[in-house]
């Protein structure tokens, strides 16, 4: 994806994320983007994508300016690791990454409030993680099959 | 030097990103009190003019739904008012129906005094993009008079406060957040205690020790006290009473009055000393 094409979706993403339906079942959009990039890109690019959509996140939040782009940097780094080590063009593949990098990027967000003092008590975090995690997965394995299937039709036609 | 510095570009892009989120970490520690920078709330002014209009694309449809079906009961409405007018007409020479006009104007009175004249109607126009706090942007703003802590209301209760203002929006804190607090009255038994957000759809009324009377289903008023909200309005009921560990105090959790998810309009109030 050209750059160009990129801002555009990160635009319609964060239109999209301030909605109420999107708020109430706590999906994160921009995380969804910041892994789908990550898994495609260098490191160095997986972070730059991570730290712009983590301030913007913050910037158009009630929260301080710290917690997503420090979260968001990490796991655009921990993404762009994983496409060295794990082959990704399968939907259940993609999924499982999904998953896993929007539990590390709520532990590193309840870790950096732990760290501030302005973390919710244990139970709440737990079910605040579990529910963005969660949705945002099922969000993931959606954009998943869709991505999956662009891009072998794009690059390897005979396995679409 | 240059050669060294564009072959290993990515290397310092990356440097640079990480340094830039030590950087942050460490501006936090030493202006841990400011809610707000001048940069937000620049970044604020210049998005939302797009947010505003692209919720309003969204919403329309669903609105022009509910504005023909608003319609329809209307017509059915003024059928139905309209035979019920021909009868109270009947009742006007009648000594009661000055009775029940008495009783109409003191409830009007007793509106009018919850909703002082300065209080602001105002639509949200974008939610928290954050899935860690929960708030609300509106769209008015210090222009139209608003400032920090003013409470916030609807008709079934208290939303939250105001928490940044710039010139034409407003960022409100709801009371589900976890840095959110006010200070509540049972209405039936008058004991008093903090209600905390917690994050989630849910309230916990706290600082209430065991022997204290509150039992489920009591509905939490907004006791005044605090300076920031005013008294008398539903902050929520009470839905579980659990002891803790010591035996000391109770965990008490809270249903909210108001649907957050669903509300449109929201009222904001003049802070508290302004109209008290």
């Known amino acids: 994806m050209k750059i160009p094409q990129q801002v555009l979706w990160v635009l319609a993403l964060f239109f999209l994320q301030q909605l109420p339906a999107v708020a109430e079942w706590g999906i994160d959009l921009p995380l969804l983007f910041v892994v789908l990039v990550g898994l495609r890109s260098p490191v160095a690019e997986g972070a730059g994508w991570g730290f712009l959509l983590g301030l913007m996140q913050d910037l158009l939040s009630a929260g301080w300016i710290g917690p997503n782009v420090i979260a968001k940097t990490l796991t655009g780094i921990l993404a762009s690791m994983a496409k060295k080590h794990i082959y990704r063009e399968k939907v259940f593949t993609q999924t499982f990454l999904i998953l896993v990098s929007a539990f590390f990027h709520q532990t590193v967000v309840w870790l950096v409030k732990l760290w501030d003092g302005s973390a919710p008590n244990s139970g709440d975090v737990l079910w605040l993680s579990l529910r963005m995690v969660f949705s945002t997965a099922l969000v993931g394995m959606v954009v998943s099959f869709f991505v999956v299937k662009f891009r072998r039709r794009r690059f390897d036609p005979a396995t679409a | ?276």
């Open chain 2, 1 to 276: 030097m240059l050669k060294f510095f564009f072959k290993n570009l990515s290397g310092f892009f990356l440097a640079a990103v990480l340094l830039a989120c030590v950087w942050l970490a460490a501006h936090r520690l030493s202006h841990r009190n400011d809610q707000s920078t001048a940069f937000k709330n620049l970044s604020l002014n210049l998005w939302l003019p797009f947010q505003k209009t692209v919720t309003w694309v969204i919403t329309f449809p669903e609105n022009t739904l509910n504005a023909v079906r608003e319609l329809r009961n209307l017509r059915h409405e003024v059928d139905r008012l309209q035979v019920e007018n021909q009868s109270l007409r009947l009742e006007l020479s009648n000594h009661k129906s000055i009775e029940s006009e008495l009783s109409r104007l003191q409830d009007v009175l007793q509106l009018k005094s919850k909703l002082p004249r300065q209080a602001k109607i105002a639509r949200i126009i974008a939610h928290d993009p954050s899935t860690w706090n929960s708030s609300f942007i509106v769209d008015v703003g210090a222009e139209d008079g608003v400032q920090p802590d003013s409470p916030v209301i609807s008709e079934q209760g208290v939303v939250g406060r105001v928490l940044e203002v710039t010139p034409k929006n407003s960022r409100v804190l709801i009371l589900s957040d976890s840095d959110s607090s006010i200070s509540g009255i049972d209405e039936r038994s008058r004991v008093t205690g903090i209600v905390l957000g917690t994050g989630r759809n849910q309230l916990k009324y706290g600082y209430v020790s065991v022997s204290e009377d509150v039992q489920k289903d009591d509905v939490i008023l907004s006791s005044g006290l605090g300076g920031i909200y005013p008294k008398g309005y539903a902050i929520g009921t009470v839905v579980k009473k659990v002891e803790t560990e010591n035996g000391l105090n109770t965990e008490i959790e809270m249903a909210p009055a108001v649907d957050y998810a669903a509300l449109d309009y929201v009222f904001i109030l003049p802070p508290v000393d302004v109209y008290e």
